[in-house]
């Protein structure tokens, strides 16, 4: 329903962010990731996924795409909550749970308060095949440049991040000047 809100910043804490917006102060769960990649300046701009309770209606907030996109893979599965999300993005990077997911580590996430043994190779089992649809491990520096876009345009097609990142460095080492449709069309005659 909600997909982001730019708005003043009233109040910022590891928990929780006021973002006023018309008028109106609505209150975020933030992970200590988001709390440390809000800016300081008076205006700030949050992705929300709002949940729906039968006691409570929340909004998460989050910095970038790529947290939301594994909050939401990680409330997909069975037993983990908001909450439970929240404090494993509180604990790892995006990127972070993404590789102990793909790479099978349950021990990684064990280490997290509130989750379990049988939880932590739940979320594996769950979302091991689907953790290579999220992007969590591009760099911010790389985000809207040829070779970051290009990188994503390629992955989001189906193809193995690491043959594409191969693919995209020799391109772009031959033509650094590059537009992105012009990788990815090279890419995929190499592909």
Request: proline letters at 4%; one cysteine or more; aromatic letters at 6%.
């Amino acid at each position: 329903m909600f997909h982001h809100f730019v708005g003043r910043l009233i109040e910022k804490s590891p928990a929780h962010a006021i973002v006023e917006c018309g008028g109106v102060g609505y209150y975020f769960h933030i992970s200590l990731t988001t709390y440390g990649q809000m800016p300081e300046g008076p205006e700030v701009k949050l992705l929300a996924h709002a949940v729906y309770r039968e006691d409570a209606q929340l909004l998460f907030g989050f910095a970038t795409a790529a947290e939301r996109d594994v909050f939401l893979l990680l409330l997909s599965v069975s037993g983990v909550g908001a909450n439970t999300a929240r404090m494993i993005l509180s604990a790892l990077q995006p990127s972070e749970a993404v590789q102990a997911i793909a790479s099978g580590n349950s021990g990684l996430l064990q280490k997290i308060k509130g989750i379990g043994a049988k939880t932590a190779q739940r979320i594996v089992i769950d979302l091991r095949d689907k953790v290579g649809k999220v992007d969590a491990s591009m760099p911010l520096d790389e985000v809207g440049s040829a070779r970051g876009e290009s990188i994503q345009a390629l992955t989001v097609l189906g193809f193995a991040r690491p043959a594409v990142e191969k693919v995209v460095a020799s391109i772009l080492a031959k033509e650094p000047s590059s537009t992105v449709e012009s990788v990815v069309r090279q890419a995929l005659a190499q592909l």
